[in-house]
């Protein structure tokens, strides 16, 4: 079965920074890549997701990068800011529902 | 204000009783999934359900039990035979299950179990 490994496990920036976050997959199968963001006591929320078929897709600060070939994917957030501060999973999807990362904590530091 | 609802937040029971967590969505979503959610362990999913009336095993489902009668409710059962229960259950939902779909999946807002 799919696979999905994420780091770091947690990552400190300073507010105006970015921040990159990695993860890696292993059934060539899987073709929806999601990533959630999920603050504390809450329930976790989609932040932007990528299909196979493309390679990049950004959304204001926000982006997420997809190699095929090497089986990994990454979210990219720019100009963090202290509402950024979370806990962050990346996922995928092929032939099995969503399996998940373990999650990344993100604090951005004022 | 569509959505998915969990009940109650919080939960404690005494070690040795069963319980049963609430999942209720008004999406008119056909797949629905219960997760546990452990420090430092991310998701695992515990059942999936694609359809009324029919459900699947995830990675964790020793010790759970699931129904789903009708499609807004997919409610979950901790048993006592659950060895460690105390956790964080977030209950999910999405258009389709289907092989290879794209749907984006919503979470709930989550129960937090404790067992005493």
């Known amino acids: 079965g799919e696979n999905v490994e994420q780091h770091p496990s947690t990552l400190s920036v300073q507010e105006g920074d970015s921040a990159v976050i990695k993860c890696t997959y292993s059934?060539?199968?899987?073709?929806?890549f999601p990533w959630y963001k999920q603050e504390l006591g809450k329930g976790p929320q989609l932040i932007i997701d990528?299909?196979?078929?493309?390679g990049e897709k950004k959304d204001q600060r926000i982006a997420v990068t997809l190699n095929k070939t090497a089986k990994h994917f990454s979210l990219h957030i720019t100009e963090t800011q202290p509402e950024d501060s979370a806990v962050y999973f990346c996922?995928?999807?092929?032939?099995?529902?969503?399996?998940f990362g373990k999650g990344t904590r993100l604090s951005v530091i004022a | 204000d569509g959505g998915i609802t969990q009940s109650p937040k919080y939960l404690f029971r005494k070690e040795g009783q069963n319980v049963t967590l609430s999942c209720e969505q008004n999406?008119?979503?056909?797949?629905m999934y219960w997760y546990r959610q452990d420090p430092g362990q991310g998701l695992r999913l515990i059942y999936y359900?694609?359809?009324?009336?029919?459900?699947q095993k995830g990675d964790i489902a020793e010790g759970y039990s699931v129904s789903r009668e009708k499609k807004e409710s997919f409610p979950l059962t901790v048993t006592s035979a659950q060895k460690n229960p105390t956790a964080f259950y977030l209950c999910?939902?999405?258009?389709?299950?289907?092989?290879?779909?794209?749907?984006?999946?919503?979470f709930g807002p989550g129960t937090r179990l404790t067992v005493l």
């Open positions: 359900s694609q359809i009324v009336n029919d459900f």
């Open positions: 996922a995928a999807r092929g032939n099995t529902p969503l399996v």
């Open positions: 999910a939902s999405s258009l389709r299950a289907a092989r290879g779909s794209y749907n984006e999946q919503f």
């Open positions: 999406l008119n979503h056909d797949a």
């Open positions: 059934d060539s199968a899987s073709n929806y």
């Open positions: 990528i299909r196979s078929n493309v």
